[in-house]
């Protein structure tokens, strides 16, 4: 019987500190998956770019960063976006990927729920949405699972590698 090694999890708010490392991170997920808008050109900004990014995040009370770790390893990260504009400041845009080598095991789902959860804590924000490839099941099926709905498809959302036009959903979860 061989014995399991435990894992350590820590899920906490990225500061600019973690600039350079965030970068690194998702220039490699870019790579790794079709699913998403980032590509192999990476998410196109430099660690003084991020630092810039995660300092609005971190100031903003309708905005945030989360980083997962697995044994200190950054392994998930989720970001939610809210305009300032009074009229918009209530919908947080979702943006989730996990580390490929980590897909499956329930990180995502984790993450999500942590970010919903503290949606819930801000006062500020009630509703939040994201976009999701059709083709994604895996995925949509956790946003599902999770309360979020299909508000709508959009047609040719997204290219593939190889160029096919893909549709992509407008899914939102309302926040109460």
């Known amino acids: 019987m061989t014995k399991e090694k435990e894992v350590t999890v820590e899920i906490r708010q990225a500061d600019s500190a973690d600039a350079a490392l965030v970068v690194d991170f998702l220039n490699q997920v870019g790579k790794e998956s079709d699913y998403m808008t980032l590509d192999e050109a990476g998410i196109g900004m430099s660690p003084a770019d991020m630092e810039q990014f995660l300092m609005v ?46 897909w499956n095991q329930g990180l995502g789902q984790i993450l999500l729920e942590e970010g919903i959860e ?12 994201l976009n999701v490839q059709v083709r994604n099941e895996r995925a949509v099926h956790l946003y599902k699972k999770l309360g979020f709905e299909i508000e709508g498809c959009q047609a040719r959302g997204a290219c593939s590698a190889e160029g096919e036009f893909l549709d992509v959903y407008l899914m939102g979860k309302l926040i109460d």
């Open 57 to 102: 995040q971190e100031m903003a009370e309708n905005r945030i960063c989360l980083l997962l770790f697995l044994d200190q390893e950054l392994a998930a990260l989720l970001n939610i976006t809210a305009a300032s504009q009074r009229s918009i400041r209530h919908i947080g845009d979702v943006f989730i990927v996990v580390q490929k080598a980590y």
């Open 118 to 129: 503290w949606a819930h804590s801000t006062g500020v924000l009630r509703k939040l949405v």
